[in-house]
C-alpha cells in the first residue's frame, strides 16, 4: 500500500488502471445484489429471484466470444487502435443499457428487465475481457502486481458505489435515477480510455480463424487434460464456491423479509461487507504463504462453509441490527479467506505458455455451476424456509472439501522453501 500513491504520482498508467476497473466493476451489482433487491421490494418470488443468477452467465462464458473481439477490428472509433476502440465502442452502449435497465419495472414486466440485464451483463463481460488484454499489453512486465492492485483497488471501490450508492439514491430519488447515476459512472472508464495510449501489441503473424480458435481454446485445455487427477481438480474448481453461491443469490430477498431497510443494507451489506472482505483476502494471502496453497485451500473452505450458518442464526434472530453486523463481518471476512486462496490456486494450475487463456477457462469454470445450480436457489428457499435452506448450503460446500482432501493426499504439496517468498497476490 504505501507504493500506491508514489506511484500514482510517477506514472499515470496506473490511474488508468484504476479508472479502468472502476469502470469495470459498477455493472456486476446492477445484475445481481441489486436487481435482486429491486425485484424482492416488486413482489417478485423467490423462485423466481433465485434464476437471476442466469443473468451472469456471460461472465462464465466470455471465452467464446473473446477470441473475436482479440483479433476483430473494432466497430466504432477506430482510429483510437484495437484495445481502446472496442472500449470505446462498448462503454457507451453498456451506459445506455444500464439506464435502460432503470426504466423497466419488474413489478409491471419482468421478463422485459431481465433482458435488458442480460444485455448489460453481456456487454459488461466483453469490457472485460478487452480490459484484460488492455493492462497486459499496457504495462510493463515488472508493473503487472501493481497495476492488478490499482485495478483491483478500482473494482471494489465501483461494487461499493454502485451497491451502496445505487441503494441509497434509490431510497431517496427512485430506482430510475439510481440506474441513471450508476451509467453515469462508466464515464470514468471512457475517461481513461479518451485520455490513455493505445499499447504497442507485438506484431502477430497471419492465421486462419480455424487455428486462432484451436490456440485459444483447444491447445489450453489439451495441455492441462495432461496432468494427473485433471478431472478431479476441475471437479472442485467447480464446485468450490457452490455453496457461497446459494447463500448469495437469495441474500436481498433475506434481507428484505426480515424487515431490514435499503439504507441498512448498504451501510452493513455493503460498506462493512467490503471492508471485511478486504481484511479477509489480506489474512487469506498471508495465511498462503505460512501453510501453502493446498492447505489454505482446506482450511479456508471450512471456515467460508460454517460462515453459512450465520445465515441461519440471522433467520431465527429477525430484525435484530447487532446479528446483522456479525453475519455480515464473518461471511464476508471467510469468503475473502477463501479468495485469496482460490485465486491462488487456480493461478498455480496454469502453465507458461497459456496463463492468460487457461486462467481465464478455469475462472469461468468455477462460475459456470454458480449460474447454473444457483438458480435453483429461490425455489429452494421457498420449500425449505431461510433456516433450512441455508443449512443445505452449509452442506453444499462438503464435495468440494472431500475433493479438495482428496487431491492434498494424492498430490501433496511441494515443501516450503524459506527463501522464496511468493508476491502479494493483489
Known amino acids: 500500500m504505501p507504493r500506491l500513491l508514489p506511484a500514482i504520482a510517477n506514472d499515470r498508467r496506473f490511474l488508468i488502471m484504476l479508472a479502468l476497473g472502476f469502470s469495470a466493476g459498477v455493472p456486476l451489482p446492477l445484475t445481481a445484489f441489486v436487481l435482486r433487491q429491486w425485484m424482492s421490494e416488486s413482489g417478485i418470488s423467490l423462485a423466481a429471484i433465485g434464476f437471476t443468477a442466469l443473468i451472469g452467465l456471460s461472465y462464465s462464458l466470455k471465452f467464446l466470444w473473446s477470441p473475436l473481439i482479440d483479433h476483430a477490428p473494432p466497430p466504432f472509433f477506430r482510429r483510437w487502435g484495437r484495445r481502446r476502440g472496442w472500449l470505446a465502442s462498448i462503454q457507451p452502449v453498456l451506459a445506455l443499457a444500464i439506464l435502460a435497465l432503470g426504466f423497466t419495472n419488474p413489478a409491471v414486466d419482468p421478463a422485459l428487465t431481465v433482458m435488458v440485464a442480460v444485455l448489460v451483463a453481456f456487454l459488461s463481460a466483453s469490457q472485460d475481457i478487452v480490459v484484460d488484454a488492455y493492462r497486459i ?42 440506474f441513471t447515476y450508476c451509467a453515469a459512472l462508466i464515464g470514468v472508464g471512457f475517461l481513461a480510455v479518451w485520455l490513455g495510449p493505445e499499447p504497442a501489441a507485438a506484431p502477430r503473424a497471419a492465421m486462419a480463424w480455424s487455428a486462432r480458435l484451436r490456440a485459444a481454446i483447444v491447445d489450453p485445455f489439451a495441455d492441462f487434460v495432461r496432468r494427473k487427477h485433471w478431472l478431479a481438480i476441475l471437479l472442485f474448481i467447480a464446485l468450490f464456491k457452490l455453496g457461497e453461491a446459494m447463500a448469495g443469490v437469495m441474500v436481498a430477498p433475506f434481507y428484505r423479509e426480515l424487515g431490514f431497510s435499503r439504507t441498512e443494507v448498504a451501510a452493513v451489506g455493503s460498506v462493512f461487507g467490503l471492508f471485511a472482505t478486504l481484511l479477509g483476502a489480506l ?90 445450480i444457483g438458480g435453483s436457489s429461490g425455489w429452494l428457499a421457498e420449500w425449505l424456509g431461510w433456516p433450512d435452506f441455508f443449512l443445505l448450503t452449509t452442506a453444499a460446500a462438503l464435495p468440494a472439501m472431500a475433493i479438495m482432501i482428496y487431491l492434498l493426499i494424492r498430490l501433496p504439496p511441494a515443501p516450503a522453501m524459506p527463501e522464496a517468498v511468493p508476491a502479494p497476490i493483489e
Do not use: C, K
Not at 490499482?150 to 439514491?169: F, H, I, Q, S
Open 283 to 372: 489474512a487469506g494471502g498471508w495465511l498462503v504463504v505460512r501453510i501453502g496453497t493446498a492447505r489454505a485451500l482446506v482450511l479456508t473452505g471450512m471456515t467460508q462453509m460454517l460462515s453459512n450458518l450465520m445465515y441461519v442464526a440471522l433467520a431465527h434472530a429477525g430484525h435484530d441490527m447487532p446479528m446483522l453486523w456479525a453475519q455480515v463481518g464473518i461471511e464476508n471476512f471467510t469468503d475473502g479467506l477463501a479468495d485469496a486462496a482460490f485465486v491462488t490456486y487456480l493461478s498455480s494450475l496454469t502453465s507458461r505458455a497459456f496463463t492468460a487463456t487457461q486462467y481465464a477457462l478455469l475462472s469461468s469454470l468455477a462460475a459456470v455451476p454458480l449460474r447454473t
Open 137 to 178: 499489453e499496457f504495462l510493463e512486465e515488472r508493473q503487472q502486481g501493481l497495476g492488478l492492485a490499482y485495478y483491483v483497488w478500482g473494482y471494489r471501490g465501483a461494487m461499493l458505489a454502485a451497491n451502496a450508492g445505487a441503494l441509497t439514491v434509490a431510497e431517496f430519488a427512485g430506482w430510475p435515477l439510481a
